[in-house]
Each structure stands twice: as C-alpha cells, then as structure tokens.
Nanobody, 124 residues
Framework: QVQLVEYGGGLVQAGGSLTLSCVAS????????MGWFRQAPGKEREFVAA????????NYADSVKGRFTISRDKSKNTAYLQMNSLKSEDTAVYYC?????????????????WGQGTQVTVSS
C-alpha cells in the first residue's frame, strides 16, 4: 500500500518562501511521475506542478511559473515543491500525487496515489 505524506505547510507572509515535501512509503515511486495540486477554499482542486519519473521534465501551471520549482530525490523517495514570492492567492491545501505515467502529462483524474494535504496560508 502506497502512502504519500506532505510536510512543510504553514503560515508565511506575502513575498516569503516555503518548501513542501512529499514522502512516499510502501514502495519505491522512482518510476512514477509526481505532481502537486492545490485547493483553495470554495474552489476546485487545481494542478500546480509535475515532474517526470527521471526528473528531466517538469510542467507548471501558468500561475506559478517562475516562482515555484518542483524537484525529486529518488534516494529519499521524496518530491519537493519550492515556493518563492508567495502571494495571498497561493493560500490553499496542497496535495502531492503520483502516477505510473510515461511520455505525457496526465490529467488529474489519472493520478493513482494522493497525500492527505498540507495547509499553506499566505498573509498579505
């Protein structure tokens, strides 16, 4: 049974930075594509960023390009989301997810495993 657990959420001032971690357990996800999503109050969950199984390719939502960086450490079975220049509109619960997908960026409903989420609150 695969479990994903997110860490690193919290309260930060606008313009500040946070790094989220997503630790996988139960099996190695080194061949899996990893993604980050977020859900703000009253809104649908939305895609934030994804990274290919080998870490070579990344994909970002337009709203976070240039501010967020996704990465992974296979030796730790962990994915990261470095968030800089945070804005109040980045406030949301952030989820990591994983899918065995090669060659294309999957849709949200294709992800197989999900974490429980971590709250990020940006104060203005």
């Amino acid at each position: 049974q695969v479990q994903l657990v997110e860490y690193g959420g919290g309260l930060v001032q606008a313009g500040g930075s946070l790094t989220l971690s997503c630790v996988a357990s139960g099996r190695s996800l080194n061949s899996y594509l990893m993604g980050w999503f977020r859900q703000a109050p009253g809104k649908e969950r939305e895609f934030v960023a994804a990274i290919s199984w080998n870490g070579v390719s990344t994909n970002y939502a337009d709203s976070v390009k240039g501010r967020f960086t996704i990465s992974r450490d296979k030796s730790k079975n962990t994915a990261y989301l470095q968030m800089n220049s945070l804005k109040s509109e980045d406030t949301a619960v952030y989820y990591c997810a994983a899918v065995d997908s090669w060659g294309k960026w999957p849709a949200e409903n294709e992800y197989e495993y999900w974490g429980q989420g971590t709250q990020v609150t940006v104060s203005s």
